[in-house]
């Protein structure tokens, strides 16, 4: 099983920055977690999100937030809407689930031919 955050949005923050003060520098980016099997591909309902400065290369823990940042971030999370969850099979799924309908119709077929066979 191969889990991995696919980037859904990035906004780009007026706030300045706790680390190195400039301003128009700060990213906010939400995640959401996508999930790879052999048999299929499914996008879950976990949201990420990470706040990060282009100028100092400094991700932004929420414990440095000041009240501007905490007040845009919590009306961004408002704002934003996820990707729906959703799970697609690939190809392997939908083989093995034909070699089991074929086994079991084969079954069924040959059951009742011997039914019928007893009975005549």
């Given amino acids: ?3 991995k955050w696919i980037t859904v949005k990035e906004v780009s923050l007026n706030n300045n920055c706790p680390e190195c003060f400039s301003k ?58 996820p990707k729906k969850a959703s799970k697609k099979y690939k190809a392997p799924f939908w083989i093995i689930i034909g070699i089991i309908a074929v086994v079991v119709i084969s079954t069924l077929i040959l059951y009742l031919h ?6 005549s």
Avoid: G
């Fill in 1 to 3: 099983m191969d889990k």
């Fill in 24 to 81: 128009d520098h700060l990213e906010l980016t939400f995640k959401q977690q996508f999930i790879e099997t052999k048999f299929s591909k499914s996008i879950t309902q976990a949201i990420s999100t990470e706040m990060h400065c282009n100028r100092c290369n400094t991700t932004i823990y929420p414990v440095n937030w000041t009240e501007d940042i905490e007040r845009v971030y919590n009306y961004q999370m408002k704002a934003f809407t």
């Fill in 114 to 119: 011997i039914c019928l066979n007893c009975f």
